[in-house]
């Protein structure tokens, strides 16, 4: 916390404390990034707003009716998820942007709480390898046999479904390891997994 309480003395109007998850408890589609970015959600206190990795990720979330608009900027700018809910594999900004394992660990039951609150036939979005296996080490699953790619679908128990994404951050898009495209496909499969 103390790397927490250097970033508030540098900027004391930024939110700088761990960041809930945002959107319905009983939603269908869970979202798991990795950890509020600096001038993102460490900034505003809502995952995925106020910086690039937003992006695409509400503006998809928009296209397939998992939000009420295309963009988020503030905790307060009214948008609304539906039958969405986006939280972090690390609730807190972590020093040079990168999560210890310890961080993972020390913040992989809130993960665990919002994992359970997923009805069965549900879906876990995970944007990249380290969400992905912080999820399956939450569910006391053993990662060798869920191995992360991008566009994977795994079963999870009571119908769930686990889907992997590239993380939709500044450097994937604009790498383009990650397309909008490739990203729309992963959210039609949650989408045609959900209309079953």
Not at 77 to 84: F, S
Not at 87 to 96: E, Y
Request: hydrophobic share 40%; net charge positive; charged share 20%.
């Amino acid at each position: 916390m103390a790397h927490l309480g250097e970033v508030r003395a540098r900027h004391p109007q930024y939110h700088a404390r761990p960041v809930p998850a945002f959107g319905p408890g009983s939603a269908r589609l869970l979202v798991v990034g990795l950890a509020p970015g600096l001038h993102g959600a460490n900034r505003t206190g809502r995952p995925f707003t106020g910086d690039h990795a937003g992006i695409l990720l509400y503006r998809t979330l928009h296209d397939y009716g998992f939000a009420d608009r295309p963009q988020s900027e503030a905790a307060d700018d009214g948008l609304r998820l539906i039958d969405c809910r986006i939280t972090n594999a690390v609730r807190c900004l972590p020093p040079a942007n990168k999560p210890l394992p310890a961080e993972v660990r020390a913040c992989n039951g809130y993960l665990l709480s919002d994992l359970l609150a997923v009805p069965d036939g549900g879906v876990v979005l995970a944007l990249g390898a380290t969400a992905h296996a912080a999820i399956l080490r939450a569910l006391g699953l053993r990662t060798a046999a869920f191995r992360f790619a991008h566009g994977a679908g795994h079963d999870l128990a009571g119908g769930r479904r686990l889907l992997d994404s590239y993380h939709c951050s500044r450097y994937n898009t604009q790498t383009r390891r990650l397309t909008p495209a490739m990203f729309a496909e992963v959210l039609a499969h949650a989408r045609e997994w959900l209309g079953r």
